[in-house]
């Protein structure tokens, strides 16, 4: 195994082998191949990409669904487990549309670590740098696969250079690309001297390993051909010069990321990162929460819900909670506390998500994600623990940048329509507010493409074709005060209230002026931007 310590040495072992993370990436870089292929080493699949779901569908969160339908496995939206060697991986879904929401930052709290996967030849791209940003604010540890090296791709030394350069982060070859393209061999593992060769003839084949003592080694020769090796040779003297050595703890404060090279469609590259994420990833950390924070190690189990999602199933409309387990050792059938309604919740049907199959979680550990369907008493930002009033924190809830109109295609529908819109809203995919004058809703969204990414699940979810139409207002602030305070002031700007999908009242505006003026009428009542998650 990889020369590296446990990260905290206090770790019982079912929790210190775990791994949990996330993969950050601009569309088509390749995630969901990655994924593919994780799931191939970790056992959970048989054969990667025989069937691939074509087009847009696979680009909304119906990724691993349709996965799932196409090749009868079962995977989860979400979350997948699966064991690799002596670890146990739990790999979070971000979501895969090309826009960003809450989910996606939300997600990425939940886990302890972040794959960022880029294109060879297009290196850092937009949608991979606002993630990374969201890492950056968490000093979340990241480790680097540089994909589709079997393709043209850039020189190596610029691709590195372009990471360092815009996203400020220290960059560390983990492996070394000989040639590239149709010439591309493998990579030098410039972590243990070996030489992996990659087999073109079949994608599932892992790669050859070869053990070879350093770069003189005359063995080299009868695989790699003369004027690759010079270069080879070149440049890895030149990277060990130039580039800092790996430091495991770098990587761990994540001032540092190791890059690896390879092929995910032809499994190249990708077992020598999962060794990485073993060796250099972080065990499960410790969970900020009021008042105290929870370490791992605890006997007891407490966990918060980062994702809420619904009509997983077709056939009846239950949601299910994502928990992140911060802590304990937690068995089916126990008894937690659901820190915000203070009412006791048999978790007797958790769900482990566990690529193989999707099966009835019997224990999770720290680190683990599981499943809990329920009928809507579990929100986002929800602590469950023992018994002790724990909040866990740090989970965003932002007000929506971009509001709309929301109106049914059919005005018969209208209740429909709203039914799937509280669904949303309880999901945390959007803010739904019902305004008190007229018909329809107004949504709110933090990022343009959700509101075609909402149009296009509520059709093919409800079976309901919707209007998204501009509206006059601009923002949305939450009024709270003295009961009686607020009383008046939403008597006196009915045009302008609306409620939540929590019946809590939200100030619709128009202009900044809207809210000075409120800060100046009426001093009681108080407006915010965001809405705590509790
Ligand atoms: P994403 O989830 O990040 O959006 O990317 P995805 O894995 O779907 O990959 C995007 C495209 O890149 C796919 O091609 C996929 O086959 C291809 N790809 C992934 N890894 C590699 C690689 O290592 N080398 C090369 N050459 N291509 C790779 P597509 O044409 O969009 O889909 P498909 O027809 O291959 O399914």
Request: some cysteine; overall charge negative.
């Amino acid at each position: 195994m990889l020369d590296t310590s446990p990260n905290r040495p206090d770790l019982p072992p079912e929790i210190a082998r775990r791994r949990t993370f996330a993969i950050i990436s601009h569309p088509d870089a390749g995630k969901t191949t990655l994924t593919e292929k994780f799931l191939l080493f970790g056992g959970a699949i048989q054969m990667a990409g025989q069937v691939r779901a074509k087009g847009e569908a696979r680009r909304t969160r119906s990724d691993f669904m349709a996965m799932e339908k196409d090749r009868g496995i079962s995977v989860s939206a979400s979350a997948m487990s699966f064991d690799f060697r002596e670890f146990r991986f739990n790999l979070v879904d971000t979501p895969g549309h090309s826009d960003f929401s809450e989910d996606t930052y939300r997600t990425l709290t939940a886990v302890d670590a972040a794959v960022m996967v880029i294109d060879g030849a297009k290196g850092v791209e937009s949608q991979t740098r606002k993630l990374f940003e969201v890492c950056r604010l968490r000093d979340l540890p990241i480790l680097t696969f540089c994909n589709k090296m079997d393709r043209e791709s850039r020189d190596t030394f610029d691709i590195i250079d372009e990471i360092q350069e815009n996203l400020a982060i220290d960059v560390t070859p983990a492996s070394w690309p000989i040639g590239m393209g149709q010439d591309f061999l493998g990579c030098y593992d410039m972590l243990r001297d070996r030489l992996e060769l990659m087999d073109r003839a079949d994608r599932n084949v892992v790669a050859e390993s070869i053990k070879i003592e350093g770069l003189n080694d005359p063995a080299l020769a009868e695989h790699v051909p003369d004027h690759l090796l010079e270069q080879l040779r070149e440049e890895v003297e030149m990277a060990r010069e130039l580039l800092p050595r790996l430091d495991p703890q770098a990587v761990l404060d994540g001032t540092m990321t190791p890059i690896w090279f390879g092929s995910a469609i032809n499994s190249f590259g990708v077992k020598e990162l999962m060794d990485g994420i073993a060796g250099y990833g972080p065990q499960p950390q410790i969970q900020s929460a009021e008042p105290r924070q929870i370490l791992p190690e605890e006997p007891k189990v407490a966990g918060f819900v980062f994702k809420v999602q619904a009509n997983m199933d077709p056939k009846h409309r239950d949601r299910v909670a994502f928990l992140r387990l911060a802590s304990g050792h937690f068995k089916r059938g126990m008894k937690l506390t659901h820190v915000r309604s203070k009412k006791p919740m048999a978790i007797s049907n958790p769900v482990l998500f566990l690529a193989a199959d999707r099966e009835l979680a019997e224990e999770a550990w720290a680190g683990d994600i599981i499943g809990i369907p329920n009928h809507g008493q579990l929100r986002i930002g929800d602590t469950l623990t023992e018994g002790e009033a724990l909040r866990v924190t740090g989970i965003p809830s932002f007000a929506p940048e971009l509001l709309q109109g929301c109106r049914a295609g059919d005005p018969l529908k209208a209740k429909h329509l709203e039914k799937a819109l509280m669904q949303f809203a309880e999901e945390g995919a959007a803010k739904v507010f019902k305004p008190n004058i007229g018909s329809g809703f107004i949504v709110g969204v933090v990022g343009a493409l959700q509101f075609e990414v909402l149009a296009s699940r509520i059709e093919l979810e409800y079976g309901l074709p919707v209007r998204f139409e501009p509206t006059q207002f601009t923002s949305a602030r939450w009024a709270s005060g003295p009961k009686d305070k607020v009383e008046a002031f939403v008597n006196a700007n009915k045009q302008q209230i609306a409620h939540d999908h929590d019946g809590d009242v939200v100030y619709l505006t128009r202009l900044q002026w809207d809210i000075d003026r409120v800060v100046r009428d009426y001093p009681d009542v108080h407006l915010t931007a965001t809405k705590e998650m509790m």
